[in-house]
């Protein structure tokens, strides 16, 4: 029961960050936040890598230390 009560959590925190990015499509934060829950909470590879590949579309995302963070989670992964 906690699981599905957890998964539902990330589910909604999930709704929330395509939210935020849909508003401001250009802020780096909430694609990087929903990527890292993706890949470290939910162990969903494949979306965190395309979530990743859409900010990596962003004006100076390469000096972003948490993207940067992402990247290399990724690729230890084999995600990108």
Do not use: H
């Amino acid at each position: 029961m906690i699981f599905i009560e957890t998964l539902g959590e990330y589910n909604r925190a999930a709704d929330e960050y395509n939210r935020l990015i849909e508003k401001y499509p250009d802020d780096a934060t909430a694609y990087i936040s929903l990527a890292t829950m993706l890949l470290m909470d939910m162990k969903d590879v494949n979306t965190s890598a395309m979530i990743y590949t859409k900010a990596s579309e962003l004006p100076d995302i390469e000096s972003n230390s948490n993207f940067v963070s992402l990247k290399n989670k990724l690729q230890n992964v084999g995600g990108i």
